[in-house]
């Protein structure tokens, strides 16, 4: 029949008219700011920073300051400048980590890109919707300490991704200090394997000091053997004439 899908819908539309009167279901005007409905879980607004622990967020930021989310970043609204010096992370393990990390939420159109390139879990999206200001440059601009909250938080407004993402830094932190146990097992083993002696082999024990023993000089070459000369024998004088004595006899 023409017309009827039209008689249909204003049918539906007298209907919640009247049923929102008394039928609670069908109250679905909120008097917000005074009720405030509970948001989906997947809703998301801006970044922030996790910490692990909340007494002392600065300390324990999973940001390292790799900066792949500033350099993914579509319209550019993220800058970070990374420390002169590394400090423990929550696990202890030795970090660098952000000096400056801000966000210009007059920039950030809330694409998520951030969250989905960051190799340690360390930016999520936030559910904060009433950031009105007066000043743009100033209270739209998110400075570390702004953008900084604790895990707990994030398991309060996304309860399902922070036991996921928990459970796998868990397992890497676990799988980690295994392996170095096992990489200090493997040293100290190949250190007592060298302080044994082998099999059949005795122990030499300390080498025991050698007495000096003095040089000896170099004795000069001896001079080669030659038979010795004969000497002639002395002919025998004669007594010269005129004078007295007797004459040496011949031989």
């Given at each position: 029949?023409?017309?009827?899908?039209?008689?249909?819908?204003?049918?539906?539309?007298?209907?919640?008219f009247?049923?929102?009167?008394?039928?609670?279901?069908?109250?679905?005007?909120?008097?917000?700011?005074?009720q405030?409905?509970?948001?989906?879980?997947?809703?998301?607004?801006?970044?922030?920073?996790?910490s692990?622990?909340?007494?002392?967020?600065?300390g324990?930021?999973?940001?390292?300051?790799?900066?792949?989310?500033?350099?993914?970043?579509?319209?550019?609204?993220?800058?970070?400048?990374?420390?002169?010096?590394?400090?423990?992370?929550?696990?202890?393990?030795?970090?660098?980590?952000?000096?400056?990390?801000?966000?210009?939420?007059?920039?950030?159109?809330?694409?998520?890109?951030?969250?989905?390139?960051c190799?340690?879990?360390?930016?999520?999206?936030?559910?904060?919707?009433?950031?009105?200001?007066?000043?743009?440059?100033?209270?739209?601009?998110l400075?570390r300490?702004?953008?900084?909250?604790?895990?707990?938080?994030?398991?309060?407004?996304?309860?399902?991704?922070?036991?996921?993402?928990?459970?796998?830094?868990?397992?890497?932190?676990?799988?980690?200090?295994?392996?170095?146990?096992?990489?200090?097992?493997a040293?100290?083993?190949?250190?007592?394997?060298?302080?044994?002696?082998?099999?059949?082999v005795?122990?030499?024990?300390?080498?025991?000091?050698?007495p000096?023993?003095?040089?000896?000089?170099?004795?000069?070459?001896?001079?080669?053997?030659?038979?010795?000369v004969?000497?002639?024998?002395?002919?025998?004088?004669?007594?010269?004439?005129?004078?007295?004595?007797?004459?040496?006899?011949?031989?």
């Amino acid at each position: 029949m023409l017309g009827s899908g039209i008689i249909n819908g204003l049918i539906v539309t007298a209907k919640n008219f009247v049923g929102s009167y008394h039928d609670p279901k069908r109250m679905v005007t909120v008097e917000y700011p005074e009720q405030r409905t509970v948001l989906p879980e997947n809703y998301r607004n801006f970044p922030f920073l996790i910490s692990e622990n909340a007494t002392d967020p600065m300390g324990t930021l999973r940001c390292v300051a790799c900066q792949i989310c500033e350099k993914e970043c579509p319209p550019q609204c993220i800058i970070i400048e990374k420390s002169k010096d590394k400090k423990p992370d929550a696990s202890g393990k030795p970090q660098l980590y952000p000096a400056v990390f801000g966000i210009d939420t007059s920039v950030c159109m809330s694409c998520q890109i951030c969250v989905e390139v960051c190799p340690f879990d360390a930016i999520k999206m936030d559910q904060v919707f009433e950031i009105a200001a007066t000043d743009r440059f100033h209270d739209l601009f998110l400075t570390r300490e702004k953008l900084a909250k604790p895990n707990s938080y994030y398991h309060q407004i996304h309860p399902t991704e922070a036991a996921e993402v928990d459970g796998r830094l868990n397992t890497e932190r676990k799988a980690a200090e295994e392996k170095a146990k096992a990489a200090a097992a493997a040293k100290a083993a190949a250190a007592a394997a060298k302080s044994v002696p082998v099999a059949g082999v005795a122990d030499p024990g300390p080498a025991s000091p050698r007495p000096a023993t003095p040089i000896q000089p170099a004795s000069a070459p001896a001079a080669p053997a030659t038979s010795p000369v004969p000497k002639p024998q002395d002919e025998p004088r004669s007594s010269p004439a005129g004078e007295g004595g007797p004459a040496n006899p011949a031989s």
